[in-house]
């Protein structure tokens, strides 16, 4: 555990009698925590800035002015000196994969790699590592990015021929920077029986060199033919060993998210079992971060709905009350379902993953049974349709549409006809800043100028139309970086230094907004989390630079400092670390 303290808990009614004109509870005050000499904004209009807050067991109990915290400082009180940092509300993780997050950061890391060359060195590194046979998986390539490009290729996709020269005796699977594509070698492929009969299955590709045979890319739901093959290594492994490896992917997940200042991380599809895994890493006290977590819509049947729901947990530390569904595929894989054909693929207009008679059912189902359905759409076609599904299924359940806070995971490309049909619908837009700050820079070669320009990542055209606008990294796809995320947000700044779609950006309000009330209202978790109000759990992220105000130029480079959890200090950085 990362706890830097052992907090005394006293217990007050945090709840009754608070003064709004200071948010103090009426009684003689005492807290286990004070936070002093900073910045605190707390996301609540009644008391939107302060300089100190203090904290009594996992809540909040006053937030205020330096001049009035001493007298809520005792003997056993732990004081921290902010020395004028700014402190919010802890930042929730709206959109990620916590176990993948956990398996890439376990795997080959490949997200920063800048060719073709760095990609087959760290793999090739990985084979010295591991016995003959076990699987190499990896993540984070990207063609798009890489300084020159692989050869053979196929539609820009690299060639499996230098990735099998290099790792002969290792199946090894390459998951693109997306999550929608993966690269195989020819061992995995073998394992996996895809040859050159092998057909695409519905909803997915398998790319083909010019000679007919397997080029080593699987496209969208083709991904399955390769998963399946690892899944069948991992089912022959002890069971010891494959919780084994499980509970270790939650432990470096959970670290992650401590270190980038996030103090709940909504899961974006989880099995089952991964459920298991998180119960039993909070009853062994091995998980700091609060999860909320969406059941993948493989899993959504009646059965499993009603067994895993987990609403009451009077620790907050787990929420199971969501399903997620896919309707398309990625925009860097080409794999987005758009209206018109990609502009760098004129006869493609991307995949429908899973039909749409599904999803409506799914709907349904999620309805019956008071859970959210949060379903991913990257293409503007996919946002047309699922804004369709999900017209009609609360259209036909109405006394469950009331707050049922449908989402869209990614709404990346909006057509102009679309955006008010969220709004109209009660349907909440989690959106991801990051992509636009890594897909910025080549967007325009897949949608061309005009399309860009008016529909991708139209955060602004969203909130001026009502809708309920979240943020999130979508983790291991990108860094689970929220300030990065943020800053692509509000500031538009791509890895290239060009301000992208400038026209459609949040206020650094409205960006911080994203990570914390209306993060926490996506869930239905913001009369608890969300805001420094009063009552609510003592969640709060430290950050070394002030995010509302410095120049757009430094909103990226501000870190984390220091993450709170129920009151208690999980994670704070160190030497060099905490230094600006």
């Known amino acids: 555990m990362n706890s830097r303290a052992s907090l005394t808990p006293t217990h007050l009614l945090l709840a009754l009698g608070f003064l709004a004109c200071g948010g103090e509870v009426e009684s003689d005050p005492t807290a286990d925590l004070v936070l002093h000499n900073g910045k605190i904004v707390t996301m609540d209009p009644g008391v939107p800035v302060g300089t100190a807050l203090a904290i009594t067991g996992d809540r909040v109990s006053w937030v205020g002015e330096e001049s009035h915290v001493e007298r809520w400082i005792d003997s056993d009180t732990e004081v ?274 899973v039909p749409m008679p599904r999803i409506r059912a799914v709907a349904d189902t999620a309805l019956m049974h008071g859970y959210q359905l949060c379903t991913h759409a990257i293409g503007d076609r996919a946002n047309r349709e699922v804004l369709d599904v999900y017209e009609a299924a609360l259209a036909a359940n109405p006394d469950a549409a009331l707050d049922a806070r449908f989402r869209i995971e990614h709404a990346q490309i909006l057509h102009p006809d679309d955006v008010q049909r969220f709004a109209s619908l009660g349907v909440i837009a989690a959106m991801q800043g990051i992509h636009a700050v890594s897909d910025g820079p080549w967007t325009p070669e897949r949608l061309g100028e005009e399309r860009t320009n008016e529909r991708a990542f139209p955060f602004r055209n969203l909130l001026d139309a009502g809708v309920v606008v979240m943020n999130g990294t979508d983790a291991p796809v990108e860094r689970v970086d929220p300030i990065a995320s943020y800053s692509g947000a509000v500031t538009g700044l791509t890895s290239d230094g060009e301000v992208f779609v400038p026209h459609h950006l949040m206020t650094r309000e409205e960006g911080l907004r994203s990570y914390t009330i209306s993060a926490a209202y996506g869930a239905h978790e913001e009369d608890n989390r969300g805001s420094l109000t009063p009552g609510k759990l003592a969640d709060v992220t430290v950050l070394s630079r002030d995010i509302l105000t410095v120049p757009d130029e430094q909103v990226a480079g501000a870190k984390p400092v220091m993450t709170i959890v129920g009151g208690r200090i999980v994670w704070e950085a160190e030497g060099t670390e905490a230094e600006e």
């Open 80 to 353: 921290i000196d902010l020395a004028g940092r700014l402190a919010v509300p802890g930042l929730i993780e709206g959109h990620a994969h916590f176990v993948g997050l956990g398996e890439a950061l376990a795997g080959v890391d490949l997200l920063d790699t800048q060719s073709w060359d760095e990609v087959l060195a760290r793999v090739e590194q990985a084979t010295r590592e591991l016995p003959p046979g076990t699987w190499i998986v990896g993540r984070g390539w990207h063609q798009s990015k890489w300084d020159t490009p692989a050869s053979p290729s196929v539609r820009g996709f690299p060639g499996h021929d230098a990735l099998s020269a290099v790792s002969p005796d290792h199946p090894v699977a390459l998951g693109h920077a997306s999550g929608h594509a993966i690269l195989a070698n020819a061992r995995a492929m073998r394992e996996a029986g895809v040859d050159r009969t092998t057909p695409s299955p519905p909803g997915g590709e398998i790319l083909h060199y010019e000679d007919g045979s397997p080029s080593g890319v699987f496209i969208e739901n083709a991904e399955d033919l390769i998963d399946g093959a690892f899944a069948r290594w991992l089912e022959q492994l002890p069971e010891t060993r494959r919780r084994e490896r499980l509970r270790e992917q939650i432990r470096l997940a959970n670290d992650e998210a401590l270190r980038n200042g996030i103090t709940t991380f909504q899961d974006a599809g989880a099995s089952p079992e991964e459920i298991e895994a998180y119960h039993a890493a909070i009853a062994a006290d091995e998980l700091d971060v609060r999860l909320w977590v969406m059941l993948s819509e493989a899993y959504a049947t009646p059965e499993n709905l009603e067994r895993l729901r987990h609403t009451d947990d009077p620790t907050h530390r787990l929420m199971v009350r969501a399903i997620k569904a896919y309707s398309d595929g990625a925009l860097g894989s080409r794999g987005a379902w758009l209206l018109e054909p990609y502009a760098d693929d004129p006869g493609n207009t991307g995949l429908n993953t």
